[in-house]
Structure formats: structure tokens, C-alpha cells
Nanobody, 131 residues
Framework: QVQLVESGGGSVQPGGSLRLSCAAS????????IGWFRQAPGKEREGVSC????????YYADSVKGRFTISSDNAKSMVYLEMNSLKPEDSALYYC????????????????????????WGQGTQVTVSS
């Protein structure tokens, strides 16, 4: 059974940092693209970052470049999102996702052409940036 479980969210002041973690199980992490997405109330889901299984590169939304870093530990089957210099507009529910099928439909993020689809999702972890 494919499972993705996020943790590490919380409340932080502007300029602060958080590290999100995603524990993957039920599939072999190195064989699939992995990514982080976020959704704020009243807004559409937004791609934050991904690691492409196709070329091994990492990709970031323009809004987080230079502030966020995605990484993975394949031995531990973990994916991380290091978030620095957080802004109030970073507040959202953050989801971990994989291109491994989860039994439902696939989401195709236009912002990440080299991470072309995602089929399994975690439940999300809330990040709130506020003074």
C-alpha cells in the first residue's frame, strides 16, 4: 500500500524556518518523481518543488527559489523540504506527492514539465507564517 505521511509543519514568524518531512512507504522512492505542493484557502493547488526521476534534477516554483530546498534520503525513504526566510504568503497546507500511482487519477502540474504527473498524495501538514 502506497503511503506518504508528512510532518514538521507549524506556526512560525516571518523570516523563520521550518523543515517538512515526508515518510514514503509501499514503493521504492528512487524510481519515482517526488514533489511538494501547497494549497492555501481559496487558492488553487500550487507546485512548490520536485525531484525528477527522469533527469535527477530538482525544480522549484519561482516564488520559493533560493529559499526552499528539496532533498531525499532513499535509504530512509524520506523526502524533505527545508524552508527558510518564510513569508506570510507561504502559509498553506503542504502536501508530499509521488508519481507512483495511488489508485486514483493523476495530477499533471504544468509548472514542472520534468515532473509530469503525480498519482499518490499525503494528507498534508499545515504551515502558518504570521507575526
Amino acid at each position: 500500500q502506497v503511503q506518504l505521511v508528512e510532518s514538521g509543519g507549524g506556526s512560525v514568524q516571518p523570516g523563520g524556518s521550518l523543515r517538512l518531512s515526508c515518510a514514503a512507504s509501499g514503493f521504492l522512492l528512487p524510481y519515482y518523481s517526488i514533489g511538494w505542493f501547497r494549497q492555501a484557502p481559496g487558492k488553487e493547488r500550487e507546485g512548490v518543488s520536485c525531484i525528477s526521476v527522469t533527469d535527477g534534477n530538482t525544480y522549484y516554483a519561482d516564488s520559493v527559489k533560493g529559499r526552499f530546498t528539496i532533498s531525499s534520503d532513499n535509504a530512509k525513504s524520506m523526502v524533505y523540504l527545508e524552508m527558510n526566510s518564510l513569508k506570510p504568503e507561504d502559509s498553506a497546507l503542504y502536501y508530499c506527492a509521488s508519481s507512483r500511482g495511488g489508485g486514483g487519477s493523476y495530477y499533471r502540474p504544468l509548472e514542472f514539465p520534468n515532473c509530469p504527473y503525480f498519482g499518490s498524495w499525503g494528507q498534508g501538514t499545515q504551515v502558518t507564517v504570521s507575526s
